[in-house]
C-alpha cells in the first residue's frame, strides 16, 4: 500500500465495511470524511472523541499531533477539552527527552485550554523512534447540520500552511540558494497558524452547516471528503483558494501541488451566508474568503479561468514527494 493516508477505495473496502457492530451512543461512527467520531451517553450528554497518531522525529511534532487532534474535534462542531497520551519509546531515549518531550505537550495543552487526562508510557525494540497516539476529548452541544446545495463554501486563512513550514524546515538550505532568508523564515513560522480552534467556534456560533479542517492530502482532499460525507456536489473557483507567497515558492522549488499539500490550519466551512461569515472571522483577525458552493449531484468541478473539469479523489499527500526531493 501507499505511504500516507489509505485511499478512499481500500478505506471503504477494508476498513468501513468490517465495522459492522452498531451502538445506539455511537452518533456518529467511521466512515469518509468523519474524523471524530460523536457519543451520546443519556439524555444532552455528547462527547466528541479523535484518535491521532504520529512518529516523533523533532519535539515540536507533539504539538502538530495534539492539534490535529483537536482541530477535527473542533470542525465537528465540538469544544475540545482533555487529551490522553499514548507513547511507545525506544530503548535509546533518556529520560531527560522524555521530559521534554512531555513539557512540549503540556505547553501546547496550556495554550489551548485542555488537560492531559491519562495516558500510558512504554519501552520497545520494535521501535527506532517514540510513536505518539493522542485521544481527544470534547463537549458537542448539538451535531452540526451538514452541508446541502445552495450553500456557500469558505476557507480560513491559507492552504498548504503546514506542509510549506516543514519543508521550509527540512529544505532550507536549497530553499535559502534561490529565495531571501526573509521568505524562507516566515516559510519556517507558518505552523503558529495550525490551530483551527478560533475560527470552528465562530463559525458554530455563527450557525454553520458543516466545517472539516484540511489536513494530509490538501485543500483538494478536504473538499473531496466533506462532499463525500453529506452527498452532495460542489464547484470551487481556483483562483479564489487563498494561498500565501511563500507556499508558491516552496512548491515551486520542490516542484509541488500546493493544493495536495498537507494544509492543517485551514478550515473549509459551508455556510448559508458565506460573506456574513467572512465578516466575522474577519471581525476577530481571521482571513477566510468564499471560494466556492455546494451543488445538487455528485459532480465536484474546479474552474480555472472560464475553464472546468472534474476533481480526482484524494491522492498522497505532496508531503512525501516533498520529503524525498528536499536534498535537491
Given at each position: 500500500m501507499r505511504i500516507g493516508k489509505l485511499s478512499e477505495t481500500v478505506l471503504k473496502r477494508s476498513v468501513i465495511r468490517q465495522i459492522r457492530s452498531k451502538r445506539i451512543e455511537v452518533m456518529d461512527g467511521a466512515g469518509v470524511g468523519r474524523d471524530?467520531?460523536?457519543?451520546?451517553?443519556?439524555?444532552?450528554?455528547?462527547?466528541?472523541?479523535?484518535?491521532?497518531?504520529?512518529?516523533?522525529?523533532?519535539?515540536?511534532?507533539?504539538?502538530?499531533?495534539?492539534?490535529?487532534?483537536?482541530?477535527?474535534?473542533?470542525?465537528?462542531?465540538?469544544?475540545p477539552a482533555a487529551v490522553t497520551l499514548a507513547l511507545l519509546l525506544p530503548e535509546a531515549m533518556e529520560e531527560s527527552e522524555l521530559r521534554e518531550l512531555m513539557a512540549e505537550a503540556e505547553g501546547i495543552c496550556k495554550g489551548l485550554n485542555l488537560q492531559i487526562a491519562g495516558g500510558h508510557t512504554a519501552v520497545s525494540g520494535a521501535v527506532s523512534q517514540p510513536v505518539a497516539s493522542i485521544t481527544a476529548y470534547g463537549a458537542l452541544e448539538k451535531k452540526l447540520k451538514g452541508a446541502v446545495p445552495g450553500q456557500d463554501i469558505v476557507l480560513s486563512k491559507w492552504i498548504g500552511l503546514e506542509g510549506t513550514s516543514l519543508l521550509a524546515e527540512e529544505s532550507r538550505a536549497g530553499l535559502l540558494t534561490r529565495y531571501p532568508e526573509y521568505l524562507v523564515e516566515e516559510a519556517r513560522r507558518f505552523r503558529e497558524y495550525i490551530s483551527v480552534i478560533p475560527e470552528a467556534e465562530l463559525a458554530r456560533q455563527a450557525g454553520v452547516s458543516d466545517m472539516h479542517d484540511a489536513s494530509e492530502g490538501g485543500v483538494f482532499a478536504a473538499l473531496w471528503e466533506l462532499a463525500e460525507r453529506a452527498g452532495v456536489g460542489l464547484t470551487i473557483d481556483l483562483k479564489k483558494l487563498p494561498i500565501r507567497q511563500e507556499t508558491v515558492e516552496v512548491?515551486?522549488?520542490?516542484?509541488?501541488?500546493?493544493?495536495?499539500?498537507?494544509?492543517?490550519?485551514?478550515?473549509?466551512?459551508?455556510?448559508?451566508?458565506?460573506?456574513?461569515?467572512?465578516?466575522?472571522?474577519?471581525?476577530?483577525?481571521?482571513?477566510?474568503?468564499v471560494v466556492g458552493s455546494i451543488t445538487e449531484g455528485n459532480d465536484r468541478l474546479i474552474l480555472n479561468d472560464g475553464e472546468a473539469r472534474y476533481m480526482d479523489r484524494p491522492k498522497t499527500d505532496e508531503i512525501y514527494k516533498g520529503m524525498e526531493r528536499r536534498f535537491k
Open positions: 471524530c467520531a460523536i457519543l451520546a451517553f443519556g439524555e444532552g450528554a455528547r462527547t466528541a472523541v479523535c484518535v491521532q497518531e504520529a512518529v516523533i522525529h523533532r519535539m515540536d511534532d507533539m504539538g502538530l499531533l495534539i492539534n490535529h487532534g483537536m482541530n477535527s474535534l473542533a470542525a465537528a462542531g465540538a469544544s512548491c515551486e522549488y520542490l516542484e509541488l501541488n500546493p493544493y495536495e499539500l498537507l494544509s492543517g490550519g485551514c478550515l473549509v466551512m459551508v455556510s448559508e451566508d458565506g460573506p456574513g461569515l467572512v465578516h466575522v472571522l474577519a471581525e476577530a483577525g481571521i482571513p477566510a474568503r
